[in-house]
T-cell receptor
Framework: AQSVAQPEDQVNVAEGNPLTVKCTYS??????LFWYVQYPNRGLQFLLK??????LVKGSYGFEAEFNKSQTSFHLKKPSALVSDSALYFC???????????FGAGTRLTVKP | DTEVTQTPKHLVMGMTNKKSLKCEQH?????MYWYKQKAKKPPELMFV???????INESVPSRFSPECPNSSLLNLHLHALQPEDSALYLC?????????????FGPGTRLTVT
């Protein structure tokens, strides 16, 4: 079965500092990995995905993620955090056999001025 | 048009009411989904429709009844709900059996059961 885990419930960073939100995965076959962000009382917004190819994936709003096959990780990163990046972040894996998406528990990112 | 729309945005209903949530997309996606999300938790899959047919029902209580009248429209009919059913209900769509495709999410309906 496909699954992802987000080991941190909460990540706090200062504005301007780099941020990392962690995700590890467990899949059989090729991993299709995604990051979504959710602002309060809103739906999920797509940030980026890894399908194949370069291990460093660039996405929306200056975010990027590094796929690491040996560590089965797909950490989300941003070189310089903004206060407006404060939100709930979900890592997800696509189970193409079932055509559904499995989400991690979510990580709340707080960026302080 | 790369948007999934959901109506209503907010819904308050009593435990004896019958109401429906509506979801619409015009991206030609043949997979559509209903999720339930509690505060600060990940979305929980409820139903998946593939080619307008129910393909996955995640053991959802029968007081939730999904319907897919056509390839663009997805409904969730609600009847005799419980207060614990209060949550954000999210609709999503995606191309079918394209493993690398993302899901497109609507803004959600905030449901409160009184």
């Amino acid at each position: 079965a496909q699954s992802v885990a987000q080991p941190e419930d909460q990540v706090n960073v200062a504005e301007g500092n780099p941020l990392t939100v962690k995700c590890t995965y467990s899949v059989s076959g090729n991993p299709y990995l995604f990051w979504y962000v959710q602002y309060p009382n809103r739906g999920l917004q797509f940030l980026l995905k890894y399908i194949t190819g370069d291990n460093l994936v660039k996405g929306s709003y200056g975010f990027e993620a590094e796929f690491n096959k040996s560590q089965t990780s797909f950490h989300l990163k941003k070189p310089s955090a903004l206060v407006s990046d404060s939100a709930l972040y979900f890592c997800a894996v696509r189970d193409w056999m079932r055509d559904d998406m499995r989400f991690g528990a979510g990580t709340r990112l707080t960026v302080k001025p | 048009d790369t948007e999934v729309t959901q109506t209503p945005k907010h819904l308050v209903m009593g435990m004896t009411n019958k109401k429906s949530l509506k979801c619409e997309q015009h991206m030609g996606h043949r997979a559509m989904y209903w999720y339930k999300q509690k505060a600060k938790k990940p979305p929980e899959l409820m139903f998946v429709y593939s080619y307008e047919k129910l393909s996955i029902n995640e053991s959802v209580p029968s007081r939730f009844s999904p319907e897919c009248p056509n390839s663009s429209l997805l409904n969730l009919h609600l009847h005799a709900l419980q207060p614990e059913d209060s949550a954000l209900y999210l609709c999503a769509s995606s191309p079918l059996r394209v493993g690398g495709s993302k899901q497109y999410f609507g803004p959600g309906t905030r449901l409160t059961v009184t």
